[in-house]
């Protein structure tokens, strides 16, 4: 299992997907360690130019951001016992930070199709009201097709990712993934997703 901090140096070692500037200066700070305040600025300019990710910014756009961040909670200012103050996630942007994978997240689609479909069903419980609506917007942007309320389709190899998904958002108990070879409304998926 990888800690926070070999997360974020892959996450800034990689120039595979667009992100924005807030994730990036979060993970600065988190693979940088705790940051001198009175340093900060220099601290951060000196790390940009080691990762992939932060050279699309300036250094005045990572200044804002770190403003930013500061004042919405995600990094704190702490002083240790030699009255030295640092910079530091707080638990609100470790959260923050740990979402990298699922935001980065991408099912490979294979040259040529198997020719079978991967149904998801699932029904979360009314207390999992804010997982369920993150969990459906997370697999239509992947791509995924509904059939029903709670019943979508793909046509590619997903459960790895699946199953990632549903774990991050704690339901993994409430979903089902099927691998079918018919479908009734074939054809029009088929259409749908560009298959022969």
Not at 57 to 68: A, C, I
Not at 129 to 138: L, M, P, T, V
Not at 160 to 185: H, W
């Amino acid at each position: 299992m990888k800690n926070l901090k070999q997360k974020a140096e892959e996450f800034l070692d990689s120039d595979t997907t667009a992100t924005n500037i807030t994730k990036v200066t979060l993970a600065i700070i988190a693979v940088g360690g705790l940051l001198a305040v009175g340093a900060v600025a220099p601290n951060l300019v000196q790390l940009l130019k080691d990762y992939t990710r932060a050279k699309q910014y300036s250094p005045k756009q990572f200044q804002k951001s770190y403003y930013n961040l500061k004042f919405t909670g995600f990094i704190e200012i702490k002083t240790n016992r030699q009255g030295k103050s640092f910079v530091c996630l707080t638990k609100k942007g470790e959260r923050k930070l740990e979402s990298l994978d699922l935001d980065d997240l991408v099912i490979a689609k294979p040259k040529k199709w198997d020719g079978k479909w991967r149904v998801l069903i699932f029904d979360l419980p009314v207390r999992f009201k804010k997982a369920r609506e993150a969990f459906r917007w997370k697999i239509k942007d992947l791509g995924f097709r509904q059939l029903q309320k709670s019943v979508w389709i793909y046509p590619y190899p997903c459960g790895e990712e699946l199953v990632f998904i549903a774990e991050f958002f704690n339901v993994t108990n409430y979903i089902e993934i099927l691998t079918v070879e018919k479908i009734l409304s074939e054809v029009e998926l088929k259409k749908h997703f560009g298959l022969k």
